[in-house]
């Protein structure tokens, strides 16, 4: 296990102390359920797929998520927040994101960086609005749900995920395949 330190001020401190009874347990669920939506939504990725290949082989346990992605950690399969921002930075300073020896379209994006795809590209002037009218034209509940949630709430997007890859919902928008990875690869070019 590793502690983590966290600086707060009194007034920071008092202000936990009146939303939680037990700092430290409310601390512990914050973080446990983020590695957990992490880990969540690593198993939509190439890199997952990969991470449990690559255990099977070694004869692990494929359905330990914990070893799964600690392999594909091991593998280089799966990146940190940290060693993305250092590729997609070096890619943005060769303006050119295929010179890292990475699948450009693996990388993730900002939603600023999709932002300014869509509206340098001439897709839109309202990304958000585009975004929201394509999302809006899921049929399924839960799944619209889900992709306005993503759109919304998160602040890097990969091209893998659901709402990026479902044909239906691409066609719906104006897009192929081929056009949205040329979208990709553009707002790679802008910086994060």
């Not at 346990?61 to 950690?73: F, M, P, Q, S, W």
């Not at 998160?154 to 990875?181: C, I």
């Amino acid at each position: 296990m590793t502690d983590l330190i966290i600086e707060m001020t009194e007034a920071q401190l008092f202000a936990l102390d009146v939303i939680a009874k037990d700092k430290q347990d409310w601390a512990d669920n914050v973080l446990t359920n983020r590695a957990r939506i992490a880990i969540e939504d690593l198993k939509a990725t190439e890199a997952w797929a990969k991470s449990i290949t690559a255990l099977a082989s070694a004869g692990g346990d494929v359905t330990d998520d914990e070893a799964i992605l600690l392999k594909g950690r091991d593998e280089g399969f799966v990146k940190t927040a940290a060693e993305l921002a250092e590729i997609t930075e070096a890619a943005q300073e060769d303006n050119n994101p295929i010179n890292t020896g990475i699948d450009p379209l693996t990388l993730p994006l900002t939603t600023w960086q999709v932002h300014q795809a869509l509206i340098h590209n001439g897709v839109t002037n309202d990304p958000d609005a585009f975004i929201e009218a394509a999302l809006s034209s899921i049929v399924d509940e839960k799944d619209r749900a889900l992709g306005k949630s993503a759109w919304k709430n998160k602040s890097t997007h990969l091209r893998s995920a659901p709402m990026f890859n479902d044909p239906d919902l691409m066609t719906k928008a104006g897009l192929s395949k081929e056009m949205l990875d040329n979208l990709w690869l553009s707002g790679l070019t802008f910086e994060a």
